[in-house]
């Protein structure tokens, strides 16, 4: 599957912002999707995902209650609403999907194969 992530951009600290990460190749309505992100100098690491089933998400204690992920099927597309940002919400965040039947939401960088070329999100003071 290939994804293409958007939306990212310069903001103040408390804006909002909405990305999106379109899918091509093979509908990931069914499949465990996710967005991590990755500072400067940093890992990798995991904001927020939708288990396979659609059944739960899961967040970052550091995005709880900010963000909001959310998928479109009939799109083929997933988001990531992202409110009241902050200095440290900065970085680059990248989509990704895996289809494997996982039985709680995947948080590890490692459980995903397919990854979008990530869209630069900094928020300024």
């Known amino acids: 599957v290939q994804l293409q992530a958007s939306g990212g951009g310069l903001v103040q600290a408390g804006d909002s912002l909405r990305l999106s990460c379109v899918a091509s190749?093979?509908?990931?309505?069914?499949?465990?999707v996710g967005w991590f992100r990755q500072a400067p100098g940093k890992g990798r690491d995991f904001v927020a995902g939708?288990?396979?089933?659609?059944?739960?998400?899961r967040y970052a204690d550091s995005v709880e209650a900010r963000f909001t992920i959310s998928r479109d099927g009939a799109k083929n597309t997933i988001y990531l609403d992202m409110h009241s940002l902050k200095l440290e919400d900065t970085a680059v965040y990248y989509c990704?999907?895996?289809?494997?039947?996982?039985?709680?939401?995947?948080?590890?960088?490692?459980?995903?194969?397919?990854w979008g070329q990530g869209t630069l999100v900094t928020v300024s003071s």
């Open positions: 990704t999907a895996d289809p494997r039947p996982y039985i709680t939401v995947p948080t590890s960088a490692d459980q995903f194969p397919d």
């Open positions: 190749g093979r509908n990931i309505s069914t499949y465990n």
């Open positions: 939708i288990k396979w089933n659609g059944g739960s998400t």
